[in-house]
């Protein structure tokens, strides 16, 4: 299962009992149901990251390492990933730090605050996504609630020297790390990449001829000649190593070479997936203590784009560490020679933007996973205002992979993803089974003046102008003076926007052209209004009038 992402969260919201079922390592047995299912009563608490307590007393009191009342060294030898430990220790400055760890799984860091005579939890899977815990002392037990939930409490007690020799076993050492040091643009990525990804429609179901058969598609389909380029392989293809370490692809990937020669042969590129721990979120084998070797694996494969998802890397390694981490992997693919684009998963933590150019990193993820349902999806999108200065030429906000086409959003929904993401600049990588597009789906992620404003050669992503909920307008300044305007309705009944010039930052007259419909809607002066359907969009590329008019798309 993912447990990166936000899906570990939810993993931690189910309730339910122990299981005997799903013996580490587990594959995720279904794309939403979690491998590893807990319950506050199943929650360690094992160590390591954060906050700061009103006073070392609070600190000494909770510090430790804490595991589910009835865990029984069977299930922690056998089943380590149906455990759940909290960790809490004092960093070198007097605040408690904590970790929730699922051993040989993940590591998530817990925020920790008094609150008079409890403390109150914040698991932090993915930027935004924080699952809230109440934790009470009680005696030498600590009770473990989800505020506002009706489960009964989860009850934890300190491991025992026993307990805590096996978590020593199971907790991979941290391997040296680079000196933070920014590395130079590789030249890549100049817009934001487009392509597909197996993961949100096939998960780990995929295998050599499934990709083949992708690839065909997007090329039959036009969509590789609108720019979806890049083939990516996310989690499911890793084997075993062999006796030199050498990384090897499953047996449904019998030539991963041959493979990269297919698409390559059909102007695609290949890109795989991969984890600096030593599970990928899925379980597969990661790239821990393999960095250099499996970059010149992936290199000699003829790889042109990794995604490195920080998963079980939690394990090993604190969030602050993130940056050395991606930046090892980062000089391991320069040292080979091959242009590769680095993709940087780690849901948004320790302000990714703020490094992630720094650590090689072509475009950085900055939510937790993606889901094809309007709540999420818009969600995600419309949180994205804040970091679009962080995104450029070379170096993109990542809000995570397309859902148009896997059939749980309306045509209206769909739209609205595809406007906001190019709207921000976001990479468009599709995420629906190509094979068996409907020519509306494949409309909507090939409309030439959409993607045009997505690739827009400035590279400036776009920001929110105006918000009068539930409507909101965005702009994103494109090339040649033109400005992308983006007039949203997140409610659920038809409305008309407004907008002024002047809240817009548009001087002047600009004549206006109908993103979606190539319509051009003539000069409009001093303000906008249009009628937008509920979750939907109104997408315009407004030229100024005394420059040539707005052409549909940037050939
Ligand atoms: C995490 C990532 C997803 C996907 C899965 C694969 O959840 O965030 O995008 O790569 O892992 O297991």
């Known amino acids: 299962m993912p447990v990166g992402g936000q899906r570990l969260g939810a993993a931690l919201r189910t309730s339910g009992e122990l299981t005997s079922g799903e013996p580490f390592p587990s594959r995720r047995p279904s794309r939403y149901e979690p491998v590893v299912r807990c319950t506050p009563r199943l929650m360690v608490i094992t160590a390591a990251a954060l906050l700061a307590l009103a006073g070392a007393a609070a600190a000494s009191e909770l510090a430790g390492t804490w595991v589910p009342q009835e865990l029984t060294p069977e299930l922690l030898t056998r089943q380590p990933g149906n455990v759940r430990v909290l960790v809490f220790k004092e960093d070198p400055h007097g605040a408690l730090v904590g970790k929730l760890l699922v051993p040989a799984l993940a590591g998530v860091p817990v925020a920790v605050r008094r609150d008079g005579d409890h403390f109150r939890l914040a698991l932090t899977m993915a930027r935004g996504m924080e699952t809230p815990l109440d934790a009470t002392l009680s005696g030498d037990r600590l009770l473990v609630t989800q505020p506002g939930g009706t489960s009964q409490p989860a009850t934890l007690r300190r491991a025992s020297p026993e307990e805590m020799r096996t978590l020593d076993r199971l907790a991979p050492p941290k391997l040296p790390l680079p000196p933070m040091k920014a590395l130079a643009d590789n030249g890549l990525a100049r817009t934001p990449p487009m392509g597909f990804s197996t993961w949100n429609h096939f998960a780990t179901a995929i295998d050599d001829r499934t990709i083949r058969e992708v690839a065909d598609a997007l090329v039959a389909s036009g969509m590789r000649d609108a720019g979806y380029v890049h083939v990516n392989i996310d989690d499911g293809w890793q084997g075993t190593r062999d006796e030199h370490g050498a990384l090897r692809a499953n047996e449904k990937f019998p030539d991963m070479k041959a493979l990269a020669d297919y698409l390559h042969e059909r102007g695609l590129k290949l890109g795989l997936y991969t984890s600096p721990g030593p599970k990928s979120c899925a379980g597969f084998a990661g790239s821990y203590g393999h960095e250099e070797q499996d970059a010149r694996t992936f290199a000699a494969w003829g790889v042109d784009y990794l995604k490195y998802d920080w998963c079980s890397a939690g394990l090993v390694y604190d969030d602050a560490e993130m940056p050395a981490v991606y930046l090892k992997m980062a000089q391991a693919i320069r040292a080979t020679g091959r242009p590769i684009t680095f993709s940087i998963c780690q849901y948004g933590r320790a302000d990714v933007w703020t490094w992630g150019a720094d650590a090689g990193g072509n475009l950085w993820r900055t939510t937790g996973d993606i889901a094809d349902r309007w709540d999420i999806m818009s969600a995600i999108g419309f949180a994205q205002d804040a970091l679009s200065p962080f995104a450029g030429p070379g170096h993109w906000n990542d809000p995570d992979m397309l859902e ?84 949203f309705n997140r409610g ?41 359907e509920p979750h939907g969009v109104v997408l315009l590329v407004l030229t100024p009038a005394s420059a040539p008019a707005a052409s549909p798309a940037r050939e």
């Open 404 to 487: 148009l086409g896997n059939g749980h959003m309306t045509a209206a929904e769909y739209r609205t993803h595809m406007s906001l993401w190019a709207m921000l600049a976001a990479p468009l990588i599709a995420g629906h089974d190509v094979r068996h597009a409907s020519p509306e789906t494949t409309a909507l992620l090939t409309n030439r003046a959409v993607i045009a404003i997505d690739q827009d050669p400035l590279g400036r992503a776009g920001r929110r102008v105006v918000q009068r909920d539930p409507l909101e307008a965005w702009t994103r300044q494109l090339d040649g003076k033109r400005t992308a305007v983006a007039l």
């Open 492 to 532: 659920e009944t038809p409305a008309k926007l407004e907008a002024t010039f002047a809240e817009l930052g548009i001087a002047g007259r600009a004549s206006a052209l109908d993103a979606w419909s190539g319509r051009s809607l003539g000069t409009l002066d001093g303000k906008i209004a249009a009628d937008v």
